[in-house]
């Protein structure tokens, strides 16, 4: 996981057991163990959770769709997540719309357009070179107009560093003022997905995360560093290129593994 995270953690733990005593023949370890799953545990609930599936119906109550805005840079896995989880939602009989955000990248619409064709959702877009947030705003009048549950507006990803990237996504949440910004992190790329996850919270925040390539992935320190960095809940788990493959994170489940070799 990051340094700096860990330095901070380490911290805390210190705090938690500040104070306590360990009484002679007891297991010092297994206190310092208790600690520290105690801390883990309280990062992840400060972060809350989110239930996207009720979120989606309260929305649609009012007659209108719920629009997810993805986020994140190229190669996490975005494309592929937007048609997971249009499948994932359709078996949960949500109508499903995507809008191709990102008109920068040669091969960007036919790819997106591609995942959606097999995942037999619709997909709104333009020419290249055109503005993601007007084709994020046809996206939104699609969906209302053919009164479709929920609009998944992929979205440009060059170069975390890129400024007008950011201010590109900035101008993106202005026009269409989505219900959930979901950033998706490859966890393989460690403190990567960590300074990509503070640099689209500082400019277009973000309400939860996805991790993909979670089954790569053997320890998991993605999760806890951008969960602590960003005090945002991961939603899902990419857990293989299959449309089948999003899992809902489970913040308790996950700290057990951390620690099932430890013990
Ligand atoms: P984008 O550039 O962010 O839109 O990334 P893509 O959706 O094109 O995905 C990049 C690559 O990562 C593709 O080869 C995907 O099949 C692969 N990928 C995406 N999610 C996962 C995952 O959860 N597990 C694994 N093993 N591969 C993934």
Do not use: W
């Not at 190669?75 to 995507?98: C, F, H, Q, R, W």
């Not at 995360?209 to 993605?222: I, N, P, Q, S, Y």
């Not at 593994?257 to 430890?262: G, Q």
């Amino acid at each position: 996981m990051a340094q700096g995270v860990a330095e901070k953690l380490t911290e805390r733990v210190k705090g938690a057991l500040a104070g306590s005593k360990v009484e002679r023949g007891q297991d010092a370890s297994a206190v310092l163990m208790d600690a520290l799953v105690q801390t883990l545990r309280e990062t992840f609930d400060e972060a809350g959770s989110v239930d996207l599936l009720a979120n989606v119906r309260e929305k649609n109550k009012e007659g209108l769709p719920y629009v997810i805005l993805f986020l994140g840079i190229n190669g996490t896995g975005k494309t592929t997540t937007v048609a997971k989880l249009a499948s994932m939602l359709k078996k949960n009989g949500v109508t499903v719309v995507t809008a191709a955000g990102d008109t920068h990248r040669p091969g960007a619409i036919e790819q997106l357009t591609e995942h959606a064709n097999r995942v037999s959702m619709k997909v709104v877009s333009q020419r290249y070179g055109a503005d993601p947030a007007a084709v994020g705003r046809d996206g939104l009048l699609f969906a209302k107009a053919h009164h479709i549950d929920c609009l998944l507006i992929d979205t440009a990803g060059r170069m975390q560093t890129n400024q007008n990237l950011m201010e590109e996504m900035a101008k993106v949440v202005r026009v269409v003022n989505p219900d959930f910004k979901l950033f998706v992190a490859d966890s393989l790329t460690g403190n990567d997905a960590v300074s990509q996850a503070e640099l689209f919270n500082k400019h277009t925040g973000f309400d939860g995360v996805v991790l993909t390539k979670a089954d790569a992935d053997v320890r998991g320190g993605a999760a806890l560093s951008i969960v602590y960095t960003t005090h945002k809940p991961v939603l899902f788990l990419g857990v293989g290129q299959e449309y089948g493959d999003l899992v809902r994170f489970d913040p308790h489940k996950f700290i057990d593994s951390l620690f099932r070799n430890e013990a």
